[in-house]
């Protein structure tokens, strides 16, 4: 598969508060939300951003859409780099990229109906000749978003819908301007678990039908799996393992997968009983104060004397790309 977008090297730094004395000497700290994350994203896949809070995978996922600015590093689509171009282009790229949020309440605006939400993209981006054309469109979306018929839904506001109906509105918004890369952040998460999968199937659905290419984001690594076609599992702005879903899950090689992949449930109690939890101690150190060497070092149940001193470095190991000293 040929790729669509490439991440390399991407930084965001946030700059944070330093004391009066810290202030006076010139000392500068920063929150190091994404620090240094590289992967690719092959036409038509799903790439899984997967990590605990705080592992930077919003962050990762906002900073190539440029919804948030990058300290460094280079985005490259279609042979540019998104984090260079002038802001006339970035118009397009906006039209190309877009998102699903993960609450659907708050991503709408309650003072408008399906229809208008639907129809703004289209006038903004003047995309449209007449107001049949329109209707048209949004009549479109909604029946490929199975809110049918379209009629019976365009009248309504947020409110006079249910929850899965109104991510259903938003997975539309996001189609409406015919996009090839769709963010998804855990864009299930607020749904009743009932509806998680319809939403789940279809979007894949809508993946075949629009031919397109999604980077999901999820804490949830049964839902990596039954999405994914690759994964990136992120740790404290790092991205610590990266490869195949099916491969990285049937056999995680990086400690923190591990310890992630020990707690996912098993429905056969009798797989259950030979499963053995990893457990880990405390939190993430905060990424003010990053410790020395792997910044999961004071967590890893697998640490050693190396460990503490030298930061790992991202690297191919058996066709898969793995950030730990003892792999
Ligand atoms: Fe654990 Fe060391 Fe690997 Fe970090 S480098 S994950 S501390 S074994």
């Not at 503490?308 to 058996?318: G, I």
Request: hydrophobic fraction near 40%.
């Amino acid at each position: 598969m040929e790729t669509l977008l490439k991440v390399e090297d991407l930084r965001v730094w946030f700059p944070a508060r330093v004391s009066f004395i810290e202030s006076l000497r010139g000392k500068k700290r920063y929150v190091k939300a994404v620090d240094g994350v590289s992967f690719e994203v092959k036409r038509g896949s799903v790439v899984c951003l997967v990590g605990e809070s705080g592992s930077g995978k919003t962050t990762t996922a906002r900073a190539i859409l440029r919804l948030v600015e990058p300290t460094g590093g280079k985005v490259i689509y279609e042979g540019k780099n998104i984090l260079e171009i002038p802001k006339k282009e970035l118009r397009k790229w906006r039209k190309e990229a877009q998102i699903i949020f993960q609450d659907p309440y708050e991503s709408l605006d309650p003072r408008m109906t399906v229809y208008d939400t639907l129809s703004e993209p289209l006038r903004v981006n003047k995309l449209i000749g007449s107001e049949e054309e329109e209707r048209e469109l949004v009549s479109k979306v909604l029946e490929d978003v199975r809110l049918v018929p379209p009629e019976e839904f365009m009248g309504r506001f947020p409110h006079e819908l249910s929850g899965g109906q109104r991510q259903r509105v938003a997975i539309a918004r996001a189609l409406i301007l015919n996009p090839k890369f769709i963010v998804a952040d855990e864009p299930v998460s607020m749904l009743d678990a009932s509806i998680r999968t319809q939403i789940l199937n279809l979007m894949m659905d809508l993946r075949d039908m629009y031919g397109l290419t999604y980077l999901y984001i999820t804490h949830d690594l049964a839902q990596a799996r039954y999405m994914g076609s690759d994964i990136v599992v992120m740790y404290l702005g790092k991205a610590v393992e990266v490869g195949s879903v099916e491969e990285v899950i049937r056999e995680p090689m990086h400690p923190y997968t591990k310890v992630l992949i020990s707690h996912v449930p098993v429905p056969d109690p009798k797989v259950a009983a030979t499963r053995k939890k990893i457990e880990i101690k405390g939190e993430p150190p905060s990424p003010i104060d990053l410790p020395p060497g792997c910044r999961f070092g004071p967590r890893c149940p697998f640490a050693k004397e190396i460990c503490f001193k030298e930061e790992p470095e991202l690297r191919w190991v058996n066709g898969r790309m793995v950030a730990c000293h003892l792999v």
